[in-house]
């Protein structure tokens, strides 16, 4: 089977791979895309030349499979650990039939690190996985999710199912009829749907200030993500570069002494869902956090906020009425070590930033 | 003024505190109560003299604070521990003010014991036992939903969540449109509401299949309760005559062979909400056990059902079209062993709402 390791000169078909089978776009890929590709794999903090990115080549030699592979720095009981993290997994129709997938699976996963994962696995990606050993670790696959303005966030959903042209004509046509049912469903169930503003205040939340907020409260927990400033700064800018999601909110929040209190990062869209990528702090303000998060999302237009939930704040989060579902792609995990396979079953501070997710190539 | 262990005597009074000021009745309570209470704390097989239920006894005024509480054996990796369950707090509204219920609890948890759990707080109660010490365990803490007629759930969601009577009063008049919604629902293909003939056969499960269900099935667990035939015999007994939450339902279920794959154990209530007692079987089957347990439940007319999830089925559940959430009671628990709580905290616990206090509920 003729899979290895990306080179710089595969990106044009890497890309047009990726736009045609897993985005299901029509025509070329934009260039943009490929300089995005080219950053990603070759210009990353979290690129390593000994973890590759893997592509199964045809014998027309045209690349006809890739998957993507970033490495993450950890720390485990203070012990610094290496993640493999596989994405964009994709094959050339042409080629489904066979095990190319599978084999693209094994290569890059074969290759050196302490634990390998991945965040934002769809199902058949799941199916594949699992195959390959890796296991569904359920604490770090419960995502949440708030409803804040309902008739909104239904139309929403609806129109994720419906193709483009009438999805946006049913968000034109429901708009009044929504801002209606939602102005009646804020005076109906008023705790739910009625935001009030956190007494927390507010301002830009920076590389810097985001690192030092991250090493101050990941205290109590046995594994964690490790970022240097330039790390951290690089991730921040390529996410705010990625606006198919929204625009990127960075907030920083103090209590009255000015002291922080937590903080919150998310991709706020208007009408659509904002996806939450990180929400830390005190754990005794959570729902502080929350209040303002969710004030701040309404405020921004958004009809609900969609997140991966760190377990020990559900209680929080469920008084601050947000439910909870696995769907929102899966995180699985293989390791040859089934010590840090236990620490993943309760003791990790695991968010969207910290893996694949926030490094999504969008459209 | 004192508070002393519960005696036989007290029955009545404290039968008749739980009914004006918990279930906030009005009027004395019933035969049928009182003699409820006798059997759930002087009758019952989890019961013991040395975790007695407690009153707060005024001298000339009587009883004004109940704590009611069970004992349930368990077993940690093997070893046999006492699991002391505190439920059914209840202080007359004159003394809410003082100490009555903090030295309710605190004469409570001052006993010796491995575990003390209770697994259907609110939020009031939550509260004051985590003041005390005791820790929320997320493990425990998660409730699945599953809506079987989406229109009526929806409706029976919204009135929830907007506490208001009049909104459930339409609720109640919108029902038969309701139903009409749903039936319409249920007929488009490819509806995830639309409910065939499950692949597994199910029958009647009787106790001393699920006894041994119990024992089998718990294996890769740690935590798990400990049941005789006679103790199984008379919880089983006493939840099919607690009719409030419906007709109780114990199903076993088979393959094509004949071999049991899992059973489950649920009330099932017609044009309402069915409670999930207890879900079991091998892992890899857990699917095919929530379609004959939602396929059963919409045959009774159940609107949706909800339950305490165990954390190793969570992605099967999901793809089973449950959501989560942690409304529905809340499980906290204090041990002085460390590893006690590091097991329940990991999800390695085979408990469910049969194991604790939950399905003593003396209901209304």
């Known amino acids: 089977m003729p899979i290895r390791p990306l080179k710089e000169a595969d990106i044009p078909g890497v890309t047009d791979l990726y736009w045609s089978y897993l985005r299901r776009r029509n025509g070329t890929a934009p260039p943009r895309l490929q300089s995005v590709f080219r950053e990603l794999c070759f210009e990353s903090p979290f690129r390593d030349n000994s973890i590759r990115a893997q592509v199964f080549e045809g014998e027309d030699g045209q690349v006809r499979g890739f998957i993507g592979a970033i490495v993450r720095k950890m720390s485990a009981c203070g012990r610094p650990i290496r993640l493999v993290l596989g994405g964009n997994l994709v094959v050339h129709p042409d080629f489904r039939a066979g095990r190319v997938a599978q084999h693209l699976v094994e290569a890059v996963f074969a290759q050196d690190a302490d634990l390998a994962v991945v965040d934002s696995a769809n199902e058949i990606a799941r199916r594949i996985l699992s195959q390959n050993g890796f296991r569904v670790v359920p604490t770090l696959n419960m995502h949440w999710r708030r409803v804040l303005r309902p008739a909104h966030y239904g139309v929403y959903g609806l129109s994720l199912s419906a193709g483009q042209p009438i999805s946006t004509g049913l968000k034109i046509a429901s708009k009044p009829v929504c801002w209606l049912a939602d102005s009646i469903a804020a005076g109906v169930s008023r705790r739910a749907f009625r935001l009030k503003p956190s007494f927390l205040q507010e301002s830009e939340l920076d590389a810097e200030t985001l690192l030092q907020c991250m090493v101050e409260f990941r205290k109590g927990y046995s594994l964690w993500g490790e970022y240097d400033r330039p790390s951290l700064q690089w991730l921040l800018e390529f996410m705010a570069r990625r606006t198919a999601r929204g625009a990127l909110r960075k907030v920083l929040l103090r209590d009255d002494d000015g002291k922080i209190a937590g903080w919150y990062i998310y991709y706020a869209k208007p009408g659509a869902v904002g996806e939450v990528v990180q929400v830390g702090g005190d754990p005794t303000l959570t729902k502080d956090i929350l209040d303002h998060l969710f004030y701040d999302a309404w405020k921004q237009g958004v009809a609900g906020v969609h997140g991966l939930l760190e377990m020990r704040r559900m209680a929080d989060f469920s008084d601050k009425h947000c439910f909870f579902t696995c769907r929102g792609g899966w995180t699985m995990v293989r390791s040859r070590h089934p010590e840090l396979l236990n620490l993943l079953d309760a003791d990790t501070l695991f968010t969207r930033l910290d893996g694949e997710w926030c490094l999504d190539i969008g459209d | ?364």
């Open chain 2, 1 to 364: 003024m004192a508070v002393r262990a519960l005696a036989e005597g007290d029955i009545p009074q404290i039968a008749a505190l739980y009914w004006n000021f918990m279930r906030l009745r009005k009027g004395p309570p019933s035969a049928a109560l009182i003699s409820l209470f006798h059997e759930l704390y002087f009758e019952s097989p989890f019961t013991s003299n040395d975790f007695a239920s407690l009153v707060y006894d005024i001298p000339d005024r009587g009883i004004v604070g109940f704590l009611g509480g069970s004992v349930r054996e368990m077993s940690v990796c093997g070893r046999p521990i006492r699991v002391m369950f505190g439920g059914n707090l209840v202080v007359h509204p004159e003394y809410r003010s003082g100490l009555v219920a903090p030295r309710l609890v605190n004469t409570f948890i001052g006993r010796k014991f491995d575990l003390a759990m209770t697994d259907s707080a609110n939020n009031i109660s939550k509260h004051i036992l985590q003041r005390m010490g005791y820790n929320e365990i997320p493990a425990l803490n998660i409730h699945w939903r599953r809506p079987l007629s989406p229109v009526q759930y929806g409706i029976y969601g919204v009135a929830v969540s907007a506490n208001s009577s009049l909104l459930g009063k339409m609720a109640r008049v919108a029902r038969p449109i309701c139903s009409v919604a749903d039936a319409i629902a249920s007929r488009v293909p490819a509806n995830p509401f639309r409910y065939s003939r499950p692949r597994l056969q199910s029958k009647d499960l009787d106790l001393e299949t699920h006894l041994n269900c119990m024992i089998e099935f718990r294996k890769g667990y740690s935590v798990w309760a400990e049941y005789s035939l006679d103790s199984l015999g008379w919880l089983i007994n006493l939840m099919e005559r607690q009719t409030f939450r419906g007709t109780l339902r114990r199903i076993l279920l088979q393959d094509k062979n004949q071999k049991i794959v899992g059973w489950y154990i649920y009330y099932a209530k017609p044009g309402a909400i069915g409670e999930v007692v207890q879900i079991g079987g091998y892992p890899n089957s857990t699917k095919d056990i929530l379609d004959h347990l939602f396929w059963d439940a919409q045959q009774q007319g159940v609107i949706g059902l909800h339950g305490v999830v165990d954390t190793r089925r969570i992605p099967d559940f999901s793809d089973k079209g449950c959501f989560f959430t942690c409304r529905g009671g809340w499980t906290v628990a204090s041990s002085p062993y460390p590893e006690v709580m590091q097991r329940l905290e990991r999800g390695d616990a085979f408990l469910s709402r049969l194991d604790g206090e939950w399905c003593l509920d003396p209901g209304e």
